[in-house]
């Protein structure tokens, strides 16, 4: 269990006994007292609310304690500069496919540091996918062609996201929240796997369509 898990039962256990204590002070007429415990429990539960709804909203984040594999793609040419690319998640069971047109996709994460102190208290590095994309290499037709983007977090998600994510702001142990994205030439056949380390995403080719296309994209 974590510091953090820890610091959170034990105010559950104090608030707990404060309620206990102001639900005896009422059986013996003492107002006074059981004010005194009615305001000392609801002191306890703010912290302990705001806690939890920061754990709830580091739920939806994923633990990054070293490199990792988050996702692998496999894509399909479709015609012109339209493809098919199905993305294997690592935190999915069912692969997902998504339409994209452009020259490369685009893979965008949030990810989330902690200062040392937050590091000492049990908090690793995290991590979110956000957003799968096309790209074009030249500007002028990126701006031209209808964009084809893709979410990927799960809109069930999002009320909590926004509670939790304000009150983040206010804990000191946050050391940097930053979007981190890597991209690759879109290719018929072409499978790729990116990993993710502290420093951000990281894409690779996994097979011979994908070394081949990469090293045209980038001679």
Not at 126 to 134: P, S, T
Not at 159 to 167: D, I, M, Q, S
Not at 191 to 219: K, M, Q
């Amino acid at each position: 269990m974590s510091t953090i898990a820890w610091i959170a039962a034990a105010l559950a256990l104090a608030a707990v006994w404060q309620a206990t204590t102001c639900v005896r002070c009422l059986r013996r007429r003492q107002p006074a007292a059981a004010t005194l415990r009615a305001g000392s429990t609801l002191v306890l539960l703010a912290p302990l609310v705001a806690l939890a709804l920061v754990a709830a909203h580091l739920y939806t984040w994923h633990r990054l304690t070293a490199e990792e594999t988050v996702a692998e793609l496999a894509v399909a040419h479709v015609d012109g500069d339209r493809y098919r690319v199905t993305l294997t998640r690592a935190d999915a069971t069912e692969p997902a496919s998504y339409p994209l047109r452009g020259d490369d996709w685009r893979l965008e994460a949030r990810v989330l540091r902690w200062r040392s102190t937050g590091e000492l208290l049990g908090l690793d590095t995290r991590y979110r996918l956000e957003r799968l994309a096309g790209r074009y290499r030249d500007t002028e037709r990126a701006r031209r062609e209808p964009a084809s983007v893709h979410d990927l977090t799960a809109p069930s998600l999002r009320p909590l996201e926004t509670v939790g994510a304000g009150l983040l702001r206010y804990f000191p142990l946050a050391d940097a929240r930053y979007g981190s994205a890597t991209y690759l030439p879109l290719s018929d056949g072409a499978r790729y796997r990116v990993s993710i380390g502290r420093d951000g995403l990281i894409a690779r080719p996994v097979n011979d369509a994908a070394e081949t296309a990469v090293a045209r994209r980038f001679p």
